[in-house]
């Protein structure tokens, strides 16, 4: 009986067993988040920025596991400046590598975005966000119509001279600083753009008439209605007023370097309009006038042996920065050693701007000699500014031939450009030229020691008497190639940046207007016959130690 009965005991005893233990479901296995592994653009593994990117260009992303398609299209973007841009997209690989085909323009910047909200097919989603700056390649095609050399530069001089003649100031006649500057007008500028009006009368774009009166218009303003500091006008003028603008908190006076360019412009002009009558009578004695006063040897601050370029009614001497070594002033000390009323002696020359042989320099940069200056040469207005009136031809003094100087400045410039030390994009033969001008963002006086990409239209065009193949190589280039990007208004904008791909709004006269006079005196020496036409010239520069057949 015991044992008939064990066997449905057992049963019982596995049957509770069963219903009293729990069934575990199966653990759930997340998908596996996944990455991108490569990205290549034409081939070509991307870094950081990608530049000269083709118009047609196929993206590539491999990733590490087959992607969801679905989740493409909201989840991968190219933008360009907040715009979305279009493009085909395919797979390979098991779908996990995404092939894209935009359609990109010329020099544009575009930013590619993978968002983590991508999904693999497994629902896995993708760890990190891929991004891609791109810039596109220089569109080769010419965008204006091929003509000849010669028409290109009176095209330049023409559309350029329009900052001077259409936007000069209604009320003075003057130069404006800027194009969005308003009232504020330049006095360097102003003499600037009294040289081109010259070259414009030469050149056919306005009449001897109309050129005379609207000259003998700036020259009564700044006779009647400007503040004259010793004979010395202020950087920037109110145009409507005559009242000077501050140009800083200390600089709110006399500006001898910038009254200086103005004075070169004035004397250009007294020399072109030498007929006998009484129009051109009356400016050349208007002229005169405010040549005779200027004070130069005022401006060397109690008597000392070099010129001081500012002084303010408020502040007095206490910027205290003296004229001297190379840069763009050397026109002070020609004009400062020729005056009829104040000549500088030959010893103010010596001491103050040649600080007596310190301001050579003898080393080679790019297999070129330089003679004077900073290394490397400094921005290229250096030999622009004062070598709008002064023929640098067979010019020489104990210092330099100053061709040569000019010439080994722009052409160390121009080699560095094609040399490229910092791999900047778009630096080419045919894209160089530094020197001061608008950058992204603001101002700065660009050159190979301070260089961040900007290139500046009047660096190359300014040169283009000592470097007429560089320049016009530059020039053709900016014109036909970027053309639709640099062409406005009054010629080619103030600078540009292929690197960052920044384009400039602005016009400054100091860097329209020697574009006008350098092409003016590479094609007919001008400018430059005149100023150095002027008996006080020719007598003053000799004072001090020049040596040249046009004196």
Same mark, same amino acid.
């Given at each position: 009986?015991?044992?008939?009965?064990?066997?449905?005991?057992?049963?019982?005893?596995?049957?509770?067993?069963?219903?009293?233990?729990?069934?575990?479901?199966?653990?759930?296995?997340?998908?596996?988040?996944?990455?991108?592994?490569?990205?290549?653009?034409?081939?070509?593994?991307?870094?950081?920025?990608?530049?000269?990117?083709?118009?047609?260009?196929? =993206? #590539?992303? *491999? $990733? &590490? %596991?087959?992607?969801?398609?679905?989740?493409?299209?909201?989840?991968? !973007?190219?933008?360009?400046? /907040?715009?979305?841009?279009?493009?085909?997209?395919?797979?390979?690989?098991?779908?996990?590598?995404?092939? =894209? #085909?935009? *359609? $990109? &323009? %010329?020099?544009?910047?575009?930013?590619?975005?993978?968002?983590?909200? !991508?999904?693999?097919?497994? /629902?896995?989603?993708?760890?990190?966000?891929?991004?891609?700056?791109?810039?596109?390649?220089?569109?080769?095609?010419?965008?204006?119509?091929?003509?000849?050399?010669?028409?290109?530069?009176?095209?330049?001089?023409?559309?350029?001279?329009?900052?001077?003649?259409?936007?000069?100031?209604?009320?003075?006649?003057?130069?404006?600083?800027?194009?969005?500057?308003?009232?504020?007008?330049?006095?360097?500028?102003?003499?600037?753009?009294?040289?081109?009006?010259?070259?414009?009368?030469?050149?056919?774009?306005?009449?001897?008439?109309?050129?005379?009166?609207?000259?003998?218009?700036?020259?009564?303003?700044?006779?009647?209605?400007?503040?004259?500091?010793?004979?010395?006008?202020?950087?920037?003028?109110?145009?409507?007023?005559?009242?000077?603008?501050?140009?800083?908190?200390?600089?709110?006076?006399?500006?001898?370097?910038?009254?200086?360019?103005?004075?070169?412009?004035?004397?250009?002009?007294?020399?072109?309009?030498?007929?006998?009558?009484?129009?051109?009578?009356?400016?050349?004695?208007?002229?005169?006038?405010?040549?005779?006063?200027?004070?130069?040897?005022?401006?060397?601050?109690?008597?000392?042996?070099?010129?001081?370029?500012?002084?303010?009614?408020?502040?007095?001497?206490?910027?205290?920065?003296?004229?001297?070594?190379?840069?763009?002033?050397?026109?002070?000390?020609?004009?400062?050693?020729?005056?009829?009323?104040?000549?500088?002696?030959?010893?103010?020359?010596?001491?103050?701007?040649?600080?007596?042989?310190?301001?050579?320099?003898?080393?080679?940069?790019?297999?070129?000699?330089?003679?004077?200056?900073?290394?490397?040469?400094?921005?290229?207005?250096?030999?622009?500014?004062?070598?709008?009136?002064?023929?640098?031809?067979?010019?020489?003094?104990?210092?330099?031939?100053?061709?040569?100087?000019?010439?080994?400045?722009?052409?160390?410039?121009?080699?560095?450009?094609?040399?490229?030390?910092?791999?900047?994009?778009?630096?080419?033969?045919?894209?160089?030229?530094?020197?001061?001008?608008?950058?992204?963002?603001?101002?700065?006086?660009?050159?190979?020691?301070?260089?961040?990409?900007?290139?500046?239209?009047?660096?190359?065009?300014?040169?283009?008497?000592?470097?007429?193949?560089?320049?016009?190589?530059?020039?053709?280039?900016?014109?036909?190639?970027?053309?639709?990007?640099?062409?406005?208004?009054?010629?080619?904008?103030?600078?540009?940046?292929?690197?960052?791909?920044?384009?400039?709004?602005?016009?400054?006269?100091?860097?329209?207007?020697?574009?006008?006079?350098?092409?003016?005196?590479?094609?007919?020496?001008?400018?430059?016959?005149?100023?150095?036409?002027?008996?006080?010239?020719?007598?003053?520069?000799?004072?001090?130690?020049?040596?040249?057949?046009?004196?």
């Amino acid at each position: 009986m015991k044992y008939a009965c064990l066997p449905i005991f057992i049963c019982l005893l596995f049957s509770c067993s069963k219903k009293d233990k729990a069934v575990v479901p199966p653990p759930v296995v997340p998908p596996k988040s996944f990455n991108a592994t490569s990205t290549t653009i034409n081939g070509q593994l991307y870094s950081t920025t990608l530049y000269n990117v083709n118009f047609n260009s196929v =993206i #590539k992303i *491999a $990733f &590490t %596991a087959p992607l969801n398609e679905s989740t493409v299209t909201a989840n991968v !973007l190219i933008k360009n400046n /907040g715009t979305t841009v279009s493009f085909t997209s395919s797979f390979s690989n098991n779908d996990s590598v995404l092939i =894209i #085909k935009p *359609a $990109f &323009t %010329a020099l544009t910047s575009y930013v590619l975005n993978v968002s983590t909200g !991508l999904k693999s097919k497994d /629902g896995g989603s993708l760890n990190d966000n891929v991004n891609a700056t791109l810039i596109s390649a220089i569109d080769s095609t010419d965008k204006f119509t091929r003509i000849s050399d010669s028409a290109l530069l009176t095209l330049i001089q023409q559309q350029t001279f329009k900052y001077f003649w259409d936007f000069g100031h209604p009320t003075s006649g003057m130069a404006r600083e800027r194009n969005s500057s308003g009232d504020v007008c330049t006095t360097g500028g102003s003499g600037f753009g009294i040289m081109s009006m010259i070259a414009a009368v030469n050149r056919s774009f306005i009449s001897r008439t109309d050129a005379l009166n609207r000259i003998q218009k700036i020259v009564s303003f700044y006779k009647n209605n400007c503040t004259a500091y010793h004979g010395v006008y202020a950087h920037w003028i109110n145009g409507a007023t005559g009242v000077t603008v501050p140009f800083s908190m200390q600089d709110d006076g006399a500006d001898l370097v910038e009254t200086s360019y103005l004075m070169q412009g004035l004397l250009c002009a007294r020399q072109y309009f030498n007929a006998s009558n009484a129009e051109e009578d009356t400016l050349r004695n208007n002229i005169n006038v405010l040549w005779d006063a200027v004070d130069w040897n005022w401006f060397k601050q109690n008597n000392q042996n070099v010129l001081y370029w500012h002084w303010s009614p408020n502040y007095q001497w206490s910027i205290n920065q003296q004229i001297s070594g190379w840069d763009e002033a050397m026109i002070v000390y020609a004009l400062a050693a020729s005056s009829n009323t104040n000549a500088i002696a030959k010893v103010v020359y010596d001491n103050g701007w040649a600080q007596n042989g310190a301001e050579q320099n003898g080393k080679i940069f790019y297999g070129i000699k330089l003679p004077l200056g900073p290394d490397l040469g400094g921005p290229l207005f250096f030999s622009h500014y004062s070598f709008l009136g002064i023929n640098p031809h067979q010019l020489t003094d104990a210092y330099a031939n100053y061709f040569t100087q000019d010439t080994a400045h722009s052409k160390i410039n121009y080699n560095y450009c094609v040399a490229n030390p910092s791999n900047y994009f778009g630096y080419s033969n045919s894209c160089w030229g530094l020197t001061a001008s608008d950058e992204e963002g603001g101002y700065s006086a660009h050159a190979p020691d301070n260089d961040n990409g900007t290139i500046t239209p009047t660096a190359a065009i300014s040169s283009l008497p000592y470097t007429p193949t560089q320049s016009m190589n530059a020039l053709r280039f900016f014109y036909y190639k970027l053309g639709n990007k640099l062409w406005g208004d009054y010629g080619l904008v103030d600078a540009f940046n292929l690197n960052n791909l920044w384009f400039a709004d602005s016009y400054l006269a100091i860097d329209q207007g020697p574009e006008i006079v350098m092409i003016e005196n590479y094609r007919t020496g001008l400018l430059w016959n005149l100023f150095m036409s002027c008996p006080e010239i020719k007598k003053g520069m000799k004072a001090i130690g020049f040596s040249s057949p046009y004196l």
